[in-house]
């Protein structure tokens, strides 16, 4: 996948997040969530164009990283949003699918990046 069609795929991503945190319930729990998954579900697409202007390969990596972290993160708070039995799994199915994806994708990117290192 290029970078343009990652980006645009990142950043849907950050929309159906925002879209889905403002259709939770009002209470502590769901505001507390839905903040967490907030930051992380908006930051894959924000560090990836980070990682997008690395100054070297291991800066890109590294920024890559972060990208895992957050995509990672994201699908743990979209797990506790079900389990918790805030919101039904079929609210959250395609955006986790998504998550999946752009994690797969991620850790796939780094290790091609780092076999070329060597």
């Known amino acids: 996948m290029d970078e343009?069609?990652?980006?645009?795929?990142?950043?849907?991503?950050?929309?159906e997040i925002i879209r889905l945190v403002e259709s939770?319930?009002?209470?502590?729990?769901?505001?507390?969530?839905g903040r967490q998954l907030l930051r992380s579900g908006t930051s894959v697409?924000?560090?990836?164009?980070?990682?997008?202007?690395?100054?070297?390969?291991?800066?890109?990596?590294?920024?890559?990283?972060?990208?895992?972290?957050?995509?990672?993160e994201s699908i743990y708070w979209l797990e506790l949003l079900v389990d918790g039995g805030i919101v039904v799994p079929d609210r959250i199915d395609a955006i986790k699918k998504e998550a999946n994806e752009l994690l797969a994708m991620t850790v796939a990117s780094i290790k091609t990046m780092r076999a070329h290192k060597q």
Not at 4 to 15: D, G, H, Q, V
Not at 50 to 69: N, Q, T
């Open 45 to 72: 697409g924000a560090n990836y164009r980070a990682a997008c202007r690395g100054k070297s390969a291991l800066d890109v990596v590294a920024k890559l990283g972060i990208v895992e972290e957050e995509a990672d």
């Open 4 to 15: 343009r069609t990652f980006k645009n795929r990142t950043k849907l991503f950050a929309l």
């Open 24 to 33: 939770l319930p009002r209470s502590k729990v769901g505001d507390v969530l």
